[in-house]
Every structure is written in structure tokens, then in C-alpha cells.
């Protein structure tokens, strides 16, 4: 997908996807590339099932068109379908991330959890995290760029209660391990929890510095808690920015996508 360097004057260059990134430019350009994670909701508005209409392959379409509309560099997902439609005849990742992207990577398939990453950029899986309720976990991967191993991560937060706490401080704990961070997906979370990551150090783009953005899609306009749901997380060194949430027309009954420029100023 497209990747943006912003270089110094007089310095050109470009910066291939699936190279290791800005290898021989100079150390003060910074890269900037374009997140975006989605809870997908099984493509089902936030249901198991998959697709339930007839319109198979049109459905398909309207799902790749948006992708390939974003121009992301990573694209971080939850509550993937194994299969697209209900009667299973269509596999999500072979028709939608495949024709796009080059690396694709996924932690285990459980009933409601599925995460995963997909860029053109070279990433070796690590493995993944588990979170304080047996289904939840981060899936988590490495990209290589100018010199510096960022660590990736897309999760999805347990909302019970009797784990929600717990694995919110799990994550702190396992992001604090990480000199070069991008964390993306679905925090299931009350503000007060995004400000618990911001006074850790981190940077988020749902409740940043420019805004919050409701994500909790059928709750937008009803509710002011537990609606800034879905986030970007980065290091202290990954800066943030050009933040957005937009109604896609896939999953507007249950989740919205956060969309966001992430800057690595060296």
C-alpha cells in the first residue's frame, strides 16, 4: 500500500513496501505511514454468522473497495471471519486482505475472537499475548524499519468486568516492554481506562490530542462513556496524528474503524 516520506529539501527517495523501511536515508526524515484497525463484526454487524445476505459476491466487493480505499500501510482487525458469508463459501482473508496486501498474520480463531495484521511491509509474527479471560489475546508481529524494531500488536479487550481491569493493566504491563510500539483494535473501554494508557506514557489516537471519537457505533449520540472503543496506541516516539472514524456502510450497526497517520521522527 502507499507509504508517505516526509524528507528533508533536496533529499528524495522512496520507500518500497516490504523493505525494511528507510535504509540509507538520512536519519532526520521521518516515515510516516497509514493505520487503520476495524472491529469487523464478523461482517455481520457485530454477529456470528458472517455475511447473511444474497449478495455474495457484491458484498465481497463493497468490503475489498473499502480497503483498497484507505491506502493503509497496517491494517489491524477484530472479530475476523475464518469465511466472509454464512454458507461459507467465500474464505475473508483469500478474498479481501490477500489481493491487497502481502503479509498476513493471525493469532488463534476462537468463537468471537479473531486478530489480525495485514501491511506489504516484511513482519515475522512473535506470537501472541493472552489476556486475563481465555478467549482474548493480542496477535503480535515485528517490522524492521531504519534501524529499529517496531513492535505490532492488534487486540481485543475482554469487556466483562471481572476481567476488563485485569487485562487492561496485562496490556500496560506487556506494551511497557516495547521500545517502538503500535497497538491497535477494540479496547471495549471506559474513558477512564484510555486516560490510564495516556498516563502510562503512551499515545492514543481515540482521546489524543485531537479528540475523542465515538466508535461504538449504535451508541454514537445516545451514550458519552464506553463509546471510545477502538484506538491507536503508540510509543512516546510514534507520533499521532490526522485522526478519523468514519461510517464505512459495512458495520455501521456496531463498530467504526479508527484511521490515523503514524510518524516516526528519526
Not at 486516560?195 to 482521546?207: E, H, P, S, W
Amino acid at each position: 500500500m502507499r507509504t508517505f516520506l516526509m524528507l528533508a529539501a533536496g533529499v528524495a527517495g522512496l520507500l518500497f513496501p516490504g523493505l525494511e523501511g528507510a535504509a540509507g536515508q538520512s536519519s532526520a526524515a521521518p516515515v510516516t505511514i497509514r493505520v487503520g484497525t476495524f472491529n469487523v463484526g464478523h461482517f455481520n454487524q457485530g454477529k456470528l454468522g458472517g455475511y447473511q445476505e444474497a449478495d455474495v459476491d457484491a458484498a465481497v466487493q463493497r468490503w475489498r473497495d473499502w480497503i483498497k480505499a484507505q491506502a493503509l500501510d497496517f491494517f489491524f482487525v477484530n472479530e475476523w471471519n475464518f469465511h466472509f458469508d454464512r454458507a461459507r463459501t467465500r474464505e475473508a482473508t483469500d478474498h479481501l486482505l490477500k489481493p491487497l496486501y502481502n503479509q498476513v498474520v493471525f493469532g488463534p480463531q476462537h468463537t468471537w475472537i479473531y486478530n489480525g495484521i495485514a501491511t506489504n511491509y516484511r513482519i515475522t509474527k512473535t506470537g501472541e499475548v493472552p489476556l486475563t479471560h481465555k478467549d482474548y489475546y493480542a496477535v503480535c508481529a515485528e517490522w524492521p524499519v531504519r534501524g529499529v524494531k517496531v513492535t505490532l500488536m492488534s487486540v481485543h479487550v475482554p469487556w466483562q468486568k471481572e476481567a476488563h481491569d485485569t487485562s487492561i493493566d496485562a496490556l500496560i504491563a506487556e506494551m511497557q516492554r516495547h521500545p517502538y510500539l503500535i497497538c491497535c483494535g477494540d479496547l471495549n473501554t471506559p474513558d477512564r481506562n484510555v486516560l490510564k494508557l495516556k498516563a502510562a506514557g503512551f499515545n492514543v489516537a481515540n482521546g489524543g490530542a485531537e479528540g475523542w471519537f465515538c466508535t461504538a457505533a449504535s451508541k454514537c449520540g445516545q451514550a458519552t462513556d464506553r463509546v471510545h472503543i477502538d484506538n491507536i496506541i503508540t510509543s512516546p516516539n510514534l507520533d499521532i496524528r490526522k485522526v478519523s472514524a468514519p461510517r464505512t456502510g459495512l458495520n455501521d450497526l456496531d463498530h467504526l474503524p479508527v484511521l490515523a497517520e503514524v510518524v516516526l521522527a528519526r
